[in-house]
Every structure is written in structure tokens, then in C-alpha cells.
């Protein structure tokens, strides 16, 4: 099993490498700790915890009937850690950078993303700074339940229709990057509503901003995960896993 893994090109590792070394602000963060009102903390995390407990059960059940797929989650979570740990800032108290969730979705399907995405979360927010623990469950229904939602809508649908391969995985890699800052977008709205217009005003606010930084970075994500997908296709690793459609 670990021999397949070899014949990746270490160019996709070395390229990943380069993601973690890219300089970036300290301050910068996804939803940064203490940044939402208590009682917004309190409701994402409400959200979020049911989908992180099913997560569980579903990466449980996908490792004990093939424990091949332990690699190919491990990748999919280190491209996870790597992409998000980019931090672009772009608003006071968030920033822009890429997920890395598009992968994990076309490879094993949505559920196991909460998963992923919490410890990724939980790591960045103990080690790095990025993000916190009480913005965690905010974080994680952006990053780890809805934007890959969005994203596996979109892989299923595109090849419903027979779109080019590459043209899904990308597809589904930049449509997961969007949704996720639509999704922050409407968090910060709700937690900071505009005191004359109100929330949608602030949303829609919020939503321009990120958008401007964002766009081209959901690209950049969908460009860089076809180039992945194409060398795991390559090298027969995609046999196992449910979401690698042919």
C-alpha cells in the first residue's frame, strides 16, 4: 500500500510544503477567539457538534472496512491543515485563504469532512493562533459542514450531467471555497447586524469584502486540487474511495 504512495510526485508535497512556509500575519485568523458574542459561540458550536459526532461514525465505519483508506484520509487532511493554514487577511476579526476541503469531498463524500475540518481547526486554533476554540464550532459549520455540502452538491451534479472530470473536481474545490465564505459572511452579519440597515445590510457588507479576496484564491484551490486529483487518478489510488468517479 505505502510503496503506491511513493509513485506521488514530490513536486505535489514540496508544492504543499511551500503553502505552510508562505509568510502571512499572525493576526490574521479564520473566526479569531472571543470575536463572536457568547451566545453566537454557543449556537454554532449547538450546529456544529451532530454533524462532528456523525463525522465520526462515518470515517469509523469508512477505515474499519478498508483500512487503505487510513492514507488517503491522512492526505486529505494534511491538504486540509496546509491550504487553510494560509491566512490573507480580510476583514477585522477573519481572514481569506483557501480550505483544502474539496478533496476529502470528492474522494470519500462530505461526511468525513467535519471530522477532518474539526481537528484541523483544533490544531491551528492550539498551535498556530488561527481561529479559537470558542469560534470553533462557527468555524467548523463554514469550513467543515456547509462549504463541503456546497462542494459535494456540486461534484454529484456535475457528474450527473458527464462534465469533464477536471472540470468537476474543480467545480466542487472552488464551489466548497465560496460557500464557506458566503457562510462566514452570514455569521459576522448575524453576530453584528448594521445598527441602522440592519443584518442583511452587514452581510452583504461582509460578503463583498471577502468576496474581492476570495474569488481568485477559490481558483487558485480548484486549479490546485485537478492537479492533485489527475496524479492520484494516475497512479490507481482512487479505486478505493467512494467519491472517485470515473
Request: charged share 10%; with cysteine.
Amino acid at each position: 500500500m505505502f510503496a503506491r504512495f511513493s509513485r506521488i510526485p514530490s513536486g505535489v508535497f514540496l508544492g504543499m510544503m511551500m503553502f505552510l512556509m508562505f509568510p502571512a500575519s499572525a493576526n490574521a485568523m479564520h473566526i479569531m477567539e472571543g470575536f463572536l458574542p457568547p451566545v453566537w459561540a454557543l449556537s454554532w458550536w449547538v450546529f456544529f457538534l451532530p454533524c462532528l459526532i456523525l463525522s465520526i461514525r462515518k470515517v469509523k465505519h469508512l477505515v474499519a472496512s478498508d483500512s487503505d483508506r487510513k492514507v488517503l484520509l491522512a492526505l486529505c487532511g494534511a491538504f486540509i491543515f496546509v491550504l487553510s493554514a494560509l491566512k490573507l487577511p480580510s476583514v477585522t476579526g477573519s481572514c481569506s485563504h483557501p480550505t483544502g476541503v474539496g478533496l476529502a469531498v470528492i474522494l470519500f463524500g462530505f461526511m468525513v469532512v467535519p471530522l477532518l475540518g474539526g481537528i484541523v481547526l483544533l490544531f491551528q486554533a492550539l498551535l498556530l493562533a488561527h481561529g479559537g476554540l470558542s469560534t470553533l464550532g462557527a468555524n467548523g459549520m463554514s469550513m467543515a459542514v456547509i462549504g463541503p455540502l456546497v462542494g459535494y452538491v456540486l461534484w454529484v451534479m456535475a457528474n450527473r450531467l458527464h462534465v469533464r472530470k477536471d472540470i468537476a473536481v474543480f467545480l466542487c474545490a472552488a464551489g466548497a471555497d465560496l460557500a464557506t465564505y458566503l457562510v462566514t459572511s452570514v455569521q459576522l452579519g448575524l453576530a453584528f447586524p448594521d445598527p441602522q440597515l440592519g443584518m442583511v445590510a452587514s452581510v452583504s457588507k461582509f460578503m463583498g469584502v471577502f468576496l474581492l479576496t476570495q474569488v481568485p484564491i477559490a481558483i487558485a484551490e480548484g486549479l490546485l486540487t485537478v492537479l492533485i486529483y489527475e496524479q492520484l487518478n494516475k497512479r490507481a489510488l482512487l479505486g478505493t474511495t467512494q467519491g472517485g468517479l470515473r
